[in-house]
């Protein structure tokens, strides 16, 4: 619980990023980019960033790797032994669409392991966060971090298995051998329910248990799954690769994700 208090910038940070997020929400024009993947890039993401890196600069001496900021190679990552790592926007493609299921995500690694997450939904306010330590949490309609209680926050999970065997898959994202992983469990668990969903909000789904797994058999980076990674684990929950069933690590050489489990 010390170390959830300790990172209540990390919390005011994610909370302006979303609050940037929002202010150009409302716009006509979202400033769309396309980065040399063809990936979206709005002004949304931009603003979150700023934001975000100027409190994390601030409050605290350890290094920044977001989507959205300059990478630095690996020969000085490498020295890295905690630091921060940032989506200022994940889900960029659903807040083109306008559907809400975007989020910001700031987690912190330590040797390449997640060990504190925040992620924050703007259009909902929600907050979800937790760390190795004091368990995962979540809390509604929080829009003011003067209002901070983590009193007042649902400890995760927070809802039974009395339904049928559920998996979240990528509403923009889902690949074949995604869909033949969904068909497997279909025949091993019988009703099985499916529900698509975009961001980060997959992994918060599985933490705070309205569903049972979730498998990405397609690409992410680690910035994707940094803050959520950290929440499923505080929650009791396994983030691994598929089919190994090893932990997931970070700051690798190579910032693409492998094939994983949330489960």
Known sequence: MKDIVNYWFAIEAALNGGKAIMDIYSKDDLG???????????LADKAAHNEIVEILEK???????????????????STWDTYW???????TKEF?????????NIALI???VPVFGVIYVPVTKTLYFGDKKGGAFKWANFEQLEEFNIE??????IIGKNRAFTMVGSRSHMSKETM????????????????????SLKLCMVA??????????????????????????????????????????????????PWFLVK
């Open 180 to 199: 033949a992983y969904m068909k497997e469990m279909e025949l091993k668990h019988g009703e099985v329910e499916i529900i698509s969903c975009g961001s």
């Open 152 to 157: 007042k926050c649902l400890k995760l999970p």
């Open 59 to 77: 409050q605290s001496e350890l290094p920044i790797l977001s989507e959205e900021g300059g990478l630095p190679n690996y020969a000085e990552r």
């Open 110 to 112: 330590e040797k390449g």
């Open 208 to 257: 705070e248990g309205s569903a049972d797994a979730y498998p990405r058999f397609a690409p992410t980076m680690e910035w994707d799954t940094g803050a959520g990674d950290a929440i499923c684990r505080a929650a009791g929950f396994q983030v691994v690769q598929y089919p190994s069933d090893v932990p997931v690590t970070y700051n690798k050489e190579n910032l693409l994700n």
């Open 85 to 91: 790592l940032i989506d200022p926007l994940d889900g």
């Open 96 to 104: 083109i669409k306008r559907n809400g299921e975007f989020t910001v």
């Open 32 to 42: 769309i980019e396309y980065k040399a993947d063809e990936s979206p890039l709005t």
